[in-house]
């Protein structure tokens, strides 16, 4: 099983669509407070659908306490300057995909952190800042997913 974990996401939508994105694959969504929403927003109702119950969601009061739960063998860190691109690496189960908020993306002090394995791109085309954070999280995980032979889906 992958992890995603989401630091400090600022929009429901985007959560509510990686709650719906770990039910169906049995990922695990991690998510470092600060929050920019409530849990209970009807946006992020909305866009999980009613997958709520159904994904394994983790919620943590910040970095460290995540680290200590997830207590990752390998963390990957998204980022529009990752030096490798996302289909260079070799995924295994129980890798971390890690994103940042919305605005800003990650921090440089968490991108240099020392869990951090590697930092990883998405290609895009030059100029553009960013992809959304869902489709970003969603792209990274199937890919992951593949290489492990969509284990433990329905064929």
């Keep these: 099983m992958f992890r995603i974990l989401f630091y400090t996401p600022e929009i429901p939508g985007n959560t509510g669509n990686a709650i719906r994105l770990a039910a169906i694959t049995g990922a695990e969504l991690h998510l470092v407070r600060p929050l920019g929403f409530d849990l209970e927003d009807s946006k992020l109702r909305r866009a999980g659908l009613d997958y709520h119950d159904l994904a394994a969601l983790h919620v943590h009061q910040d970095l460290p306490s995540a680290w200590t739960a997830l207590a990752p063998e390998r963390v990957f860190a998204f980022t529009s300057d990752g030096e ?37 791109r998405l290609p895009m085309l030059p100029g553009l800042r960013s992809l959304n954070l869902a489709n970003s999280a969603s792209i990274a995980l199937y890919e992951a997913w593949r290489q492990n032979d969509f284990r433990g889906a329905q064929r």
């Design 84 to 120: 490798k691109s996302y289909t260079d690496i070799a995924y295994q189960e129980g890798d971390v995909l890690m994103f940042g908020p919305e605005s800003v993306g990650l921090p440089a002090e968490v991108k240099q952190l020392p869990q951090i394995t590697a930092r990883v």
